[in-house]
């Protein structure tokens, strides 16, 4: 019987140390693109590029309108690259808004080791790379999936315009426990993203867009954050999935509404007296 349970036990240790070592390959899909790659979209662009001080390189494309409202700071979910991630500009370009989208470490030209805390460094040091060319009340960040905690965080360190969910997940561990509850995740996991936690301090008006039938990020998910945090609305897109929104007109509605309804940024954070 000891002898069954040592070797229960080593299995056990050895899915914990596989699941450990191979946990980037299980949550990202990176396409990788080489550094002469020729983006081609029908629509103006600047194609940008970030050195970090560990040694790491973001690469960015930087769309642009006459007369712009402000930009919108799009981070991406876990696959591809921009080479077919940026045709969501055009989301975003025909509401009158600049668009600025980065690929994470490991994805398209983008290099460097990837970790929770470089995910965050990185993209704050876009933030403020943008805040350098706009206000900040014209900066809007939006977060896609796995972006969508990346952009809680930022927004909870910074004051943008707004800020928009697009299928969140409560947090990074509380996704992969419906999968993996038996691992203790709080040990072995190493991208935590707890945008419960930073969705409370987040001081701007908050929309989360949430697919009544995503079937990977759970519907109710995006209910808890949104129960978490007073200064946010929960537009729920009935039979949306987690990679079809922008299919559905009532996305295209709801995201025209959001850029440009402040009545309804007021309800949702009064002015200070």
């Known amino acids: 019987m000891l002898i069954y349970l040592l070797y229960g036990v080593g299995v056990y240790l050895f899915i914990c140390i596989v699941f450990y070592t191979?946990?980037?390959?299980?949550f990202f899909r990176p396409e990788i693109l080489p550094g002469n790659f020729q983006y081609e979209y029908p629509f103006p662009f600047d194609e940008v590029h970030f050195e970090m001080e560990d040694g790491g390189y973001i690469n960015g494309l930087h769309f642009r309108v006459p007369n712009a409202k402000g930009?919108?700071?799009y981070l991406k979910g876990n696959s591809r690259s921009l080479k077919g991630w940026g045709k969501f500009a055009k989301?975003?370009?025909g509401k009158g808004y600049d668009f600025f989208m980065i690929d994470y470490r490991g994805f398209g030209k983008s290099a460097g080791k990837r970790t929770e805390a470089t995910l965050y460094n990185?993209?704050?040091t876009v933030y403020k790379w943008l805040s350098e060319r706009y206000p900040e009340?014209?900066?809007v960040l939006y977060g896609r999936s796995l972006g969508s905690g990346i952009a809680a965080r930022i927004a909870a360190w910074n004051k943008p315009y707004l800020l928009i969910?697009?299928?969140p997940y409560y947090s990074f561990l509380y996704q992969v426990r419906q999968y993996g509850f038996w691992l203790p995740l709080k040990w072995v996991l190493r991208y935590q993203i707890r945008t419960d936690f930073f969705i409370?301090?987040?001081?701007?008006p908050i929309f989360i867009l949430h697919g009544t039938s995503d079937r990977l990020i759970h519907f109710r998910q995006g209910k808890m954050l949104h129960e978490d945090a007073p200064n946010s609305e929960l537009i729920a897109l009935e039979g949306g999935g987690h990679n079809n929104l922008p299919d559905f007109p009532e996305y295209h509605e709801a995201l025209y509404e959001i850029l440009h309804d402040e009545d309804r940024y007021a309800r949702l954070v009064p002015p200070s007296k």
């Open 22 to 26: 191979m946990q980037d390959y299980f």
């Open 71 to 73: 930009v919108v700071f």
């Open 91 to 93: 989301d975003f370009l």
């Open 122 to 124: 990185d993209a704050q």
């Open 137 to 139: 009340d014209q900066i």
């Open 165 to 167: 969910l697009d299928s």
């Open 200 to 204: 409370k301090k987040v001081t701007c």
